[in-house]
């Protein structure tokens, strides 16, 4: 156990709609990370949060946002949703924002969009 | 620009050998992390072990090693008295200071035979 958790695990909705993922990091970490994995894009970095601040944006689609509240939870936001968006959806948090500090995965979102 | 390459898709190792799998990547920043991380069957994201690009010994963690080659720009993952257990997705990341985000490699599928 990571020590990260992610809701809900599994979500099934219909193209078009709107989702939100839920992300709570280890106890202690400031830094949130959002990935994506799918089987034709691999796994992408989406966008990092850092102490309740966006501190570096990846491959992240103007349909999707997110953002990290004063309790250091994060929220990724999916809108006006296509079947291929449909993949796993990762959290990631670490203690800090610089590069040689390892992330802790949660265990994963499963979106499928239909 | 692919930044991560894993050039395995596949390797097959027989319990208690050795394996190494390949990570090359390619950047002109300095200043640099590199992360390996095992994805079971189960689908979670585990860290594994880091190296950082100033660091002049090896990552080792357990029965994991880092082979760092920084003028070959190079990352192998050898892991040592393979175990059943072992067989899952193998990812190789990189993470730049001057950018921030994790770029990953498309995985090596590592299966342990008995």
């Known amino acids: 156990d990571s020590g990260v958790t992610q809701t809900p695990k599994h979500l099934i909705t219909a193209t078009g709609q709107r989702v939100t993922l839920r992300c709570s990091p280890r106890s202690g970490d400031l830094s949130v990370y959002w990935y994506q994995q799918s089987l034709d894009q691999g796994l992408q970095f989406l966008i990092q949060?850092?102490?309740?601040?966006?501190?570096a944006k990846g491959n992240i689609l103007e349909r999707f946002s997110a953002q990290q509240f004063p309790d250091l939870h994060s929220e990724l936001n999916l809108s006006s949703l296509e079947l291929g968006d449909s993949a796993l959806y990762f959290c990631?948090?670490?203690?800090?924002?610089?590069?040689?500090?390892?992330?802790?995965f949660g265990p994963g979102t499963r979106l499928t969009v239909t | 620009a692919q930044k991560i390459t894993q050039t395995q898709p596949g390797m097959f190792v027989q319990e208690k050998e050795a394996v190494t799998l390949d990570c090359t990547y390619d950047t002109s920043d300095p200043s640099y992390g590199l992360f390996w991380y095992k994805q079971p069957s189960s689908g979670e994201m585990i860290f594994l072990i880091y190296?950082?690009?100033?660091?002049?010994q090896n990552a080792t963690e357990g029965r994991y090693s880092l082979n760092f080659q920084k003028a070959r720009k190079s990352a192998n993952l050898v892991i040592s008295a393979s175990q059943l257990g072992d067989s899952a997705m193998y990812f190789c990341?990189?993470?730049?200071?001057?950018?921030?985000?994790?770029?990953f490699g498309a995985g090596t599928r590592l299966t342990v035979k008995p």
């Open positions: 190296q950082g690009s100033y660091d002049q």
């Open positions: 990631a948090s670490s203690a800090g924002r610089r590069s040689s500090y390892e992330q802790y």
């Open positions: 949060y850092y102490n309740g601040e966006e501190r």
């Open positions: 990341a990189m993470r730049e200071v001057s950018n921030n985000d994790m770029r």
